[in-house]
C-alpha cells in the first residue's frame, strides 16, 4: 500500500472520529469510539513512518558489504599497525575508498561492521547516525584523525571529517564544519538538549597528539535544521570568573602521555567528569625540559542546566587520590589498545 493511500485512509479514520465526537451528545457511549478511532488513525500514520525509518539490507548486499569487511580489517590493521610510513597512507587511502563502497550499498547502515577492531564507530542512544573515526601516525611524529558520517537513510547520506586540528591555535572557540574538523577518534556519544531544546551530542573523544602529548578532547556536535549538514562547537560550557561567564566550544585537555586521564559522561553523577590537571616539567631526549600536564588526584565536571549549557563544577569529590594514575607500563601483561581492549601477548 502506497504512503498517498496511508494518508487518505488514516484521514477518513480521523475524519469519522471528529464526526463521532460532534454528535457525542445525541449517540450515547460514542465519546469512547471517537478515542479508540482517533488512536487508531494515530497508530497507522505512526506505524508506517516506522516501517519507513527501518533500513532493509538484502542478503546479497549483505554478503557484498561483508566482503568488503573483509578487506576493511586488514587495511584497518595495517593503518595503525605497520612500521613503513608509506604503506600506512597507502592503506589508509584504500581504507576510505573502500569503506565508501562498502556505505553505498543501499541499507548500508544496518550492517555493524563489527569486525572493524581498529576503527571506532560511535551510535547516539537513537542511532539517528553512526561515527567512524581512526588515526594515522605520519611517521614524523604527529598524527592525523579520519572519520565520516553516516545518516540513518536506506540511501547513502555520508558527511566526510577532514581534520584540520593542527592548524587551530585556539579550538575551543571555534564552530567547525566538517570540512575543518577538530580530529578525534570518538569512544562515547551523550545526547542532550541545547539552549532553546536545540537537540545537540557531546562527542567524547581522544587524540594522540604527538608521542609524548595526547589529548582528550569533549566536542559538540549539532544538525543545521534546514539543510541538515553537521557542525562542530558550540558555547555551550560555561565557566564562572569573577568579571563574567567564560564560555567554551569544546574542551580539550593535554596531557603527559604516560598518564591516565579521565573525561567521559557519568550516567551516575549525571556529569561530565574529567581529572584536574597540574602543569610539571618533564625531559625528553634531545629536547630538554617541557612543560605537559597531568592529574592531581582531583576531578572537575559540567552539570548541565535548564538553560541547555554545561555549567562548570570546580570539584566533584571531595577525597583525592594518594598520587596521580599512570598508564599501565607498556611490557606489562596487561597491556590495552587504542579503544581499551586488552592486547594479548
Not at 496511508?6 to 454528535?23: D, G
Not at 586540528?165 to 538538549?193: C, K, N, R, V
Not at 597531568?294 to 535548564?306: H, K, M, Q, S
Request: neutral net charge; charged residues 20%.
Amino acid at each position: 500500500m502506497g504512503f498517498p493511500n496511508i494518508l487518505a485512509i488514516s484521514f477518513v479514520i480521523l475524519l469519522e472520529a471528529v464526526l463521532i465526537s460532534r454528535h457525542a451528545q445525541l449517540l450515547p457511549m460514542k465519546s469512547s469510539a471517537f478515542c479508540s478511532l482517533l488512536l487508531a488513525g494515530i497508530l497507522m500514520v505512526l506505524s508506517h513512518h516506522t516501517l519507513q525509518a527501518q533500513i532493509r539490507l538484502s542478503p546479497n548486499d549483505t554478503a557484498q558489504i561483508h566482503r568488503y569487511e573483509d578487506t576493511l580489517v586488514v587495511l584497518s590493521y595495517a593503518v595503525l599497525n605497520d612500521s613503513i610510513p608509506l604503506n600506512r597512507f597507502a592503506a589508509c587511502k584504500r581504507a576510505i575508498t573502500t569503506l565508501v563502497q562498502a556505505l553505498q550499498i543501499p541499507g548500508s547502515f544496518a550492517y555493524p561492521f563489527s569486525r572493524l577492531k581498529s576503527i571506532s564507530i560511535q551510535y547516539p542512544p537513537d542511532s539517528t547516525f553512526r561515527i567512524f573515526t581512526w588515526q594515522l601516525d605520519r611517521g614524523d611524529g604527529t598524527f592525523r584523525q579520519y572519520g565520516a558520517i553516516q545518516m540513518r537513510a536506506q540511501e547513502l547520506v555520508l558527511h566526510p571529517l577532514i581534520d584540520r586540528s593542527h592548524q587551530m591555535d585556539w579550538p575551543e572557540e571555534l564552530t567547525l564544519s566538517p570540512e575543518q574538523w577538530y580530529g578525534a577518534i570518538y569512544y562515547h556519544i551523550e545526547p542532550f538538549q541545547g539552549p532553546n531544546g536545540q537537540p545537540m551530542y557531546v562527542l567524547f573523544g581522544f587524540d594522540t597528539h604527538r608521542p609524548y602529548q595526547h589529548r582528550k578532547v569533549a566536542d559538540i556536535l549539532w544538525f543545521d535544521s534546514t539543510t541538515g549538514k553537521p557542525y562542530f562547537g558550540a558555547p555551550v560550557f560555561v565557566k564562572e570568573s569573577e568579571s563574567e561567564p567564560l564560555t567554551r566550544h569544546r574542551i580539550v585537555l593535554e596531557y603527559w602521555a604516560e598518564a591516565a586521564i579521565r573525561l567521559n559522561y557519568d550516567s551516575q553523577l549525571e556529569l561530565i567528569i574529567f581529572d584536574f590537571l597540574q602543569p610539571v616539567s618533564k625531559y625528553l631526549p634531545g629536547q630538554g625540559k617541557i612543560l605537559t600536564w597531568i592529574p592531581d588526584g582531583t576531578y572537575e565536571g559540567f552539570r548541565l542546566g535548564a538553560d541547555g549549557l554545561w555549567h562548570h563544577i570546580p570539584k566533584v569529590f571531595h577525597q583525592t587520590l594518594e598520587r596521580p594514575p599512570l598508564e599501565i607500563q607498556t611490557n606489562s601483561k596487561h597491556r590495552r589498545d587504542l579503544f581499551g581492549r586488552r592486547i594479548r601477548q
